[in-house]
């Protein structure tokens, strides 16, 4: 029995990386090659790529009448996106109001399982396109019902080249991840209980609204050419921030990785431009690595996007590096305003979200030493459902660390990244007796009382040392 941790770091999966970048590039050729023959402008083309970008890695499941319903909802879906567009452009102020509705709309939807929750992360993705693709030049004068056409073919073109990127992206050394375990609704085990409050979905979207509200004020008051670089940023650093911490950690990652990707296009253009098709392999393979490196660290992935946004810039014979210094700007302002919201609207401490996971975890390695390891199906969904909960866990674990090293002077010795250090030492245990088995729970129960206690004066103990505790009691703990 193999009784050592499971490794839970980002993994480099290029093959999944080649097929996302793929997909972009054969959505973007063959919607750029309707574009010609149309007469259009490379918007629709550019949109095309930007979708498939988004939806490769959760698309491709499922049988093939939900395959169907998903495409006609991305057409669906892209059409109203394109009359949102339309609206910017009658006027911005309506047009602002829609969009911050449709955010909103986005996140709530999380709060339902199957169709609805899909529709929800369908809807952000090609509202967020809008915000980088340009809109029609003063030279393109398609017909309205070619240009609706055109947007609809690059959403289900889009999809289709997303799908079957999907299926050699799941196909890479790194293998599927297991299914996670349902979010629980009920506090932490052994915790006091609790006056009723939002779904988290709820208090997340309406984080969201205020953030994208504010971008867009922020944006109209500063950069009244260029607000859509504040209401990208708040977009960003708002969704999925899974609390105050993980906010304002992925707004200074978001913003290192813009001064990086400034430096970089800086750089680029002293040196060489690339135009033509160099300049379409440079974009593509500078996605390609940053798509590589996002599960490495957030910032390289926004370096790579700001670089290839100031390369599209350039591509539309905008004064694109010029206009670098004002990005930096926007994305600060955008930055700001989604931490306020995340730390004023509903907020949502990053401790009380690893308390939740940690529970969680704690829950589904009891359930893995209750039962013995019979070597049956059984075992390895438990065993899997843990691994998961880890993940999970994980998933929280950089903001608490980050915040960990900038107060490692003050911190005290029950800081939340102590707590995950020793989650993540546990361990699948190979256990000898009954007596064993009960020393295991037994402690397992004390870490799930502590979690319950943590901030009670009357508390009988620390998170962190009943975990410290519970990984003494495992075989060939310390």
């Known amino acids: 029995m193999n009784t050592a941790p499971v490794s839970r770091r980002a993994r480099l999966r290029p093959i999944a990386a080649l097929a996302t970048v793929l997909a972009a590039a054969v959505s973007f050729c063959v919607e750029y090659a309707l574009c010609v023959y149309t007469g259009s402008g490379p918007q629709p083309a550019i949109l095309a790529a930007i979708l498939a970008l988004g939806m490769t890695r959760c698309a491709g499941r499922g049988r093939a009448t939900d395959a169907l319903l998903a495409a006609l909802n991305v057409a669906v879906v892209a059409l109203a996106v394109a009359l949102v567009a339309y609206l910017f452009h009658l006027n911005r102020y309506l047009g602002a109001v829609v969009f911050t509705g449709g955010m909103f709309l986005s996140v709530w939807l999380r709060n ?3 169709r609805l929750r899909a529709l929800g992360a369908l809807i952000a993705l090609p509202l967020v396109a809008i915000l980088i693709v340009p809109g029609p030049g003063p030279g393109d004068h398609t017909n309205l019902i070619v240009r609706i056409g055109l947007v609809a073919c690059a959403g289900l073109l889009a999809y289709a080249c997303s799908t079957l990127a999907s299926r050699f992206a799941r196909d890479d050394d790194t293998p599927a991840a297991p299914p996670r375990p349902a979010r629980a609704t009920t506090p932490a085990t052994g915790a006091a209980p609790q006056k009723a409050r939002l779904p988290i979905a709820t208090r997340m979207a309406a984080q969201m609204g205020v953030a994208v509200a504010l971008a867009f004020a922020a944006g109209f008051a500063l950069f009244p050419d260029h607000w859509g670089w504040s209401v990208l940023t708040a977009f960003i650093v ?35 431009l690339p135009s033509g098709p160099l300049e379409a392999l440079a974009i593509f393979g500078v996605l390609f690595v940053g798509l590589l490196l996002r599960d490495a660290n957030y910032a390289y992935w926004a370096a790579c996007t700001t670089l290839v946004l100031a390369l599209l810039a350039h591509a539309s014979d905008i004064a694109g590096f010029g206009l670098l210094g004002m990005r930096l700007a926007a994305i600060f302002a955008g930055a700001v305003c989604a931490v306020i919201a995340t730390w004023v609207v509903f907020p949502i401490r990053t401790e009380d979200v690893v308390r939740r996971r940690l529970a969680d975890a704690l829950k589904a390695f009891d359930d893995l030493v209750v039962h013995p390891d019979h070597g049956d199906a059984e075992h390895e969904r438990r065993r899997a459902a843990f691994e998961a909960a880890l993940e999970s866990l994980d998933g929280v674990a950089p903001p608490v660390i980050w915040h960990h090293r900038i107060v490692r002077w003050s911190a005290t010795p029950n800081h939340p990244a102590g707590w995950i250090r020793h989650a993540r030492r546990l361990h699948v245990p190979h256990i000898a007796d009954e007596a064993q088995r009960g020393a295991i729970r037994r402690a397992i129960g004390r870490s799930r009382k502590a979690i319950g206690e943590h901030g009670k004066q009357d508390a009988t ?15 060939g703990g310390e």
């Open 238 to 272: 708002c969704s999925g921030a899974l609390g105050r911490g993980d906010a304002v950690y992925k707004a200074v990652l978001r913003l290192i990785g813009a001064v990086g990707g400034t430096a970089l296009a800086t750089f680029a253009a002293a040196l060489w």
């Open 112 to 114: 339902f399982a199957g």
């Open 461 to 475: 103990i620390t998170i962190g040392d009943a975990l410290a505790a519970l990984h003494e009691t495992l075989p």
